[in-house]
T-cell receptor, first 118, second 112 residues
């Protein structure tokens, strides 16, 4: 089954304790991205990757790191989490990016990771 | 300035009626893409419809259509023949370059 998986789905942690949220897709997609969703703010892009070893900042990258060593995986790293990073996090992927054709541009989302930082 | 603006925090529609969810966007790029996603109460994000900036025809996918007015920079979602299962949050999004921008969403409730 074609899917984007994230782990863990739920996480409660404490300020300053490093954590990693994994994301994996099995669709051979080039583009992968991380978002956070907060009430009243919609989804905001944290980081994105256009291919292996190619990553770039989105709108809200502060406090986060990413890496793309393999095409299928795109982990999100919080080196020193703070309470303002409490949020719902989504990983997403698309076959490619850019261009004007609809097919292939749409993003497939993982199920989300609800993170609470105390 | 907001890249995507959704001015309707909440909407109600009678079952079987049509409803329009508003979305305006802000970009100076000539090439961009517009998307609508649905988020039910279970939390997953479901892709509904896409419109490319060079597409001359409005996109349609089943009961969903996108009313694209380029000069007004609007990309409204029209849902025809609403069903109870359409009750959800709806997000408008734009791809500009390699980045994506989402609106704050519209909560749609379908009334039996």
């Amino acid at each position: 089954e074609a899917q984007v998986t994230q782990n863990p789905r739920y996480l409660i942690t404490v300020t300053g304790k490093k954590l990693t949220v994994t994301c994996s897709q099995n669709m051979n997609h080039e583009y992968m991205s991380w978002y956070r969703q907060d009430p009243g703010l919609g989804l905001r892009q944290i980081y994105y990757s256009m291919n292996v070893e190619v990553t770039d900042k989105g709108d809200v990258p502060e406090g986060y790191k990413v890496s793309r060593k393999e095409k299928r995986n795109f982990p999100l790293i919080l080196e020193s989490p703070s309470p303002n990073q409490t949020s719902l996090y989504f990983c997403a992927s698309s076959l490619y990016y850019g261009g004007t054709s609809g097919s292939g541009n749409e993003q497939f989302f993982g199920p989300g990771t609800r993170l609470t930082v105390l | 300035a907001q890249k995507i603006t959704q001015t309707q925090p909440g909407m109600f529609v009678q079952e079987k009626e049509a409803v329009t969810l508003d979305c305006t966007y802000d970009t100076s790029d000539q090439s961009y893409g517009l998307f609508w996603y649905k988020q039910p109460s279970s939390g997953e994000m479901i892709f509904l419809i896409y419109q490319g900036s060079y597409d001359e025809q409005n996109a349609t996918e089943g009961r969903y259509s996108l009313n694209f007015q380029k000069a007004r920079k609007s990309a409204n979602l029209v849902i025809s023949a609403s069903q109870l299962g359409d009750s959800a949050m709806y997000f408008c999004a734009m791809r500009e370059g390699n980045q994506f921008y989402f609106g704050t969403g519209t909560s749609l409730t379908v009334i039996p």
